[in-house]
């Protein structure tokens, strides 16, 4: 990051503009789908192997310069910002065991975290709406907290030195199937005249609607869970009446700022993106990382291998 500069207050990219220096993470939702396990317990904070998911959230932040942290929270979900916090304690503790010891300080060390309440849930607009006062009037990047990309994959980078070439809008796109299209926002795109990414290619936006019916969808380009926004958004999100599902959407907001004249780009990802918002892309994300991961990875593989192909799980059972 070397058009990263020291002081994060005036960070500028290649352009001279402003390049985002602070996240916003909006995670006060009640997430039904996962009940009774999130009855006490945030979903941000359910496993992925050891980590919780909303820790490699925050990693992906840090990997990208993003060192400033703002978690939109709502009622019981406080031990989120204790997972970031100091545990003297607990370190003390582990003083004999230096790799537990260094796993522990490394989500103390992340990010600076900050917290702010969303008293009801209106809506991913609305949550985004309570970060005004923190971010200011400077750019900022919003990750929903419930998926993220593979570390080697990363996108951020690319989106937020986008956004300071543009001023505008930057989104990120994957392919959906397009019987898929009522579960996200869904944009119509052109050719822009910039140029590919390493990790996808540059569209411009000429149109965004949220969870449209699949005879609705102006394609099958669904908007994934990582913006980086200017701060005219918070007025924009202001006149955002409420939309699908009776909620004040991003997306409504974001499409009310382009039909003002705001530019907004998006990158098509060819990455690895993991959906833990449901039971099945929660499972599908704990099986890819476990099977990566340098320490216990080929043991699982093996073993997932051998159980796939048995009687227990419908296989050929050699
Ligand atoms: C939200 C956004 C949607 C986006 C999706 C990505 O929907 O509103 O536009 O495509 O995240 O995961 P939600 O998953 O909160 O219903």
Known sequence: MSEHSANPSTATAASGRPRAVKAVIPAAGLATRFLPATKAVPKELLPVVDRPVLQYIVEEAAQAGIDDVLLITGRGKTSMVDH????????????????????????????????????????????????????????????LGDEFVKQSEPLLPAMLELQAR?????????????????????????????ELTDIGEIVKVTGMVEKPKPEDAPSNLAVLGRYV?????????????????????????????????????????????????MPLGYLQTVVQIAAEREDLGSEFRKWLAEFVNSDAAGGSGT
Do not use: C, N, W
């Open 84 to 143: 970031f916090d100091r545990r003297p304690d607990l370190e003390e503790r582990l003083e004999k065991k230096p790799e537990l010891l260094a796993a522990v300080r490394r989500s103390e060390e992340l990010a600076a975290i900050y917290t702010v309440r969303q008293p009801e849930q209106l809506g991913l607009g609305h949550a985004v709406g309570y970060a005004e006062s923190h971010v200011g009037d400077a750019p900022f990047a919003v990750l």
């Open 166 to 194: 543009t001023g505008g809008v930057v989104l990120a796109f994957f392919e959906v199937d397009p019987a898929e299209t009522k579960r996200y926002g869904i944009a119509s795109v052109e050719p822009a005249e910039a």
């Open 229 to 277: 926004l200017p701060s005219r958004i918070f007025d924009a999100i202001r006149r955002t009446e409420p939309g699908s599902g009776g909620e004040i959407q991003l997306t409504d907001a974001m499409e009310l700022l382009r039909k003002e004249g705001v530019p907004v780009h998006a990158i098509v990802y060819r990455g690895t993106r993991y959906d833990t918002g």
